[in-house]
Each structure stands twice: as C-alpha cells, then as structure tokens.
C-alpha cells in the first residue's frame, strides 16, 4: 500500500498542470510533530511505502529528519521531485536518511518544451543534472513524464533517454484535468490516442529492461492481459484501495487527481479515516456503474475514478476515455 504525503506548497516552478496548484507554502502545513505521527499512523495503517512530495519536498526544512523517521518506522521512504535543486551532496544525505528512490520530472526530450511546461528557463538541464547528481551519489531514480497530445509521439525516445540516463524505471502519468491542470485539459489524451498510447507503452517495456509504468491509465491492466504481456501489478485504479494522499495541511483524498478531502488528520487519526471513510469504504465496493460496472476486467482495471469524478461528478461512474467495450456509448 502507497501512502503519498504533499509536504509542502512551496515550490520553486509553477507547472501548468500541477495538481496541486503549489507555488508559495500555505499557513498551517503539517509541523514535524505532526509529520512524525502521521508517519506512525500510517504504518499503524499497514502502508509499506510512503512518498514524499510536494510542491517541492526538498524545499522543506525537516524532509531529511522525517524520511529518517520513516525509514526507521519500517516504511520505504520515496521521493518525487522536479530535480532542479538536487545536488551530488544533497542525493548523498536523502541516501543515508535513508530515501529508497526518487522520482525526477522530465516531460519531453526536447529541453525548450519542458521549460514552457515548467515555466522556468533551464528547468530540463536542472533535472537531468539532478539526475547525474542521483547517479553520482547512488541514490536509484526514476524518471516521470506526464503524457499530453503534444509529446505523445515521443515516449519511447524518453524511455531510451531514462535507459542512457540511468533511471531504473519510467513511469508516465496521463494528464487528468485537477488543480491548474483544469486550465488545460484539451490536451489530455482521449479515447483513442489514450489506447494506443498503452499499447506503445507496453511494446516498448518488451525492449528495455528498466520498468515503464502507466500511471492514472489503468486501462494498461486489461491491455496488458489482451496482449498476452506479463505485468507485476495486481491492479489499474488503487484510490481509496491501497493508495491515498494527504494535502500540505493534513487533508485526506482518495488520490492526487480526485480532488475530493474526506478527513483531515488533524481532527481524527489518519489510520481511522483510511479504515472508516465512506469514500473509501465505496470505492472499496467496485460496485461501479455504466460500462464499467459491466466490465470483465473491472477488478484489475478499475478505470480511472478520478476522471470519473472530473467529467461525471460521480467517482463510481464509468472511465471516460475507455474503448472497451467497443460498443460502450457515452463520451
């Protein structure tokens, strides 16, 4: 189980589909005391990982002391990061804090692309040394594109780029419209592109041996099993399942993109909210309605809940930008 906290707002880019909408720290984030007992409550939960992200975690103050923390508690501390402000001595002192991975942003091989998405001038050369910094220092990375109309037709030179970088796996994140993302939701992918893009995906893990892993796509589980490819996941969708996220100021949602808070671990215990939510208790259900609740491959797939809720207003409704089944009416 993934436990992924938001550990602050602050952030030194101002990307256009941020989720979060980060830029400056909010009042009352989570202090260290706080961070540290949600560390408990999670274990006392049952995640095994938990991530720290942001805004931009290396921003904040306490991060090393909390993944220390973490690690010491028995859970596997990760990061995710836009990788502008790593350096050779910093990857060396989140390693021996006891960080496992980090995940590096990178959204096109094409450095002025990535900088317009960033809003920062140099942002693409800032990661990829933050990435030799990684590399340098031991600390394993991973790198994150998060997959639009206009880079679609460059995943696998990404992928090639990760391998020759040294990144011990790729994961892309199909854009959902939340946060500042709302403002850009044409260029997310639809039905059609968003299935041959999976199928892309897929045929290119049979080429590499670092691991490419869709993420917000849980589509890939059926493609997947109809392609006759072995993956080692068990599920597409884990919100409100076996993953959740807590905001820079303890609110809990089922996941980034499903801007929906159902407690805060200020005023109940995290392990109670994850345990006795109703949200979670319904997702829990797969009692899904539409084409998904009809599906044969809801129980690996899923579909997305959170796109669900953005173009239906219903987390329970059926994945808008599914295929299958071919007959499927609807968007």
Excluded at 110 to 115: L, P, S, T, V
Excluded at 131 to 155: I, K, S, Y
Excluded at 196 to 221: D, G, H, S
């Amino acid at each position: 189980m993934l436990l992924s906290w938001n550990t602050t707002n602050q952030c030194n880019l101002y990307c256009d589909h941020c989720y979060r909408d980060a830029g400056a720290r909010v009042e009352d984030e989570l202090d260290t005391a706080e961070a540290r007992n949600l560390i408990d409550e999670a274990v006392k939960a049952g995640f095994r990982i938990m991530i720290f992200s942001g805004g931009e975690p290396l921003l904040r103050p306490d991060l090393l002391e909390l993944i220390a923390y973490a690690a010491a508690r028995g859970l596997r501390p990760v990061l995710g990061s836009n990788g502008t402000l790593l350096t050779v001595d910093l990857a060396r002192e989140l390693k021996k804090a006891g960080a496992r991975t980090i995940g590096i942003s990178l959204d096109s091989c094409d450095a002025a692309r990535h900088d317009r998405l960033r809003r920062q001038k140099g942002a693409w050369q800032q990661a990829v040394a933050g990435m030799a910094a990684c590399r340098e220092a031991g600390l394993p990375f991973q790198v994150h594109t998060t997959v639009f109309d206009w880079n679609q037709d460059e995943l696998e030179q990404l992928t090639d780029l990760a391998v020759q970088l040294g990144a011990i796996a790729h994961h892309f994140f199909f854009l959902v419209p939340t946060g500042r993302a709302v403002s850009i939701e044409a260029e997310s992918l639809r039905a059609a592109a968003y299935e041959a893009t999976l199928r892309r995906i897929l045929q290119k893990q049979q080429q590499v041996a670092i691991e490419l892993k869709p993420t917000c796509a849980p589509q890939f589980m059926r493609i997947a099993r109809q392609m006759g490819i072995p993956v080692r996941y068990s599920r597409g969708c884990l919100a409100g399942i076996a993953y959740c996220i807590i905001s820079p100021r303890g609110d809990v949602q089922p996941c980034a993109y499903l801007n929906l808070p159902v407690g805060n671990v200020r005023e109940m215990p995290f392990s109670r909210i994850w345990q006795e939510s109703e949200v979670f208790r319904t997702l829990r259900t797969e009692d899904y309605s539409g084409s998904c609740g009809r599906c044969g491959y809801k129980k690996v797939c899923g579909g997305c809940r959170a796109r669900a809720w953005y173009y239906h207003g219903d987390y329970m409704a059926a994945e808008p930008w599914c295929l299958y089944p071919k007959n499927r009416s609807g968007m």
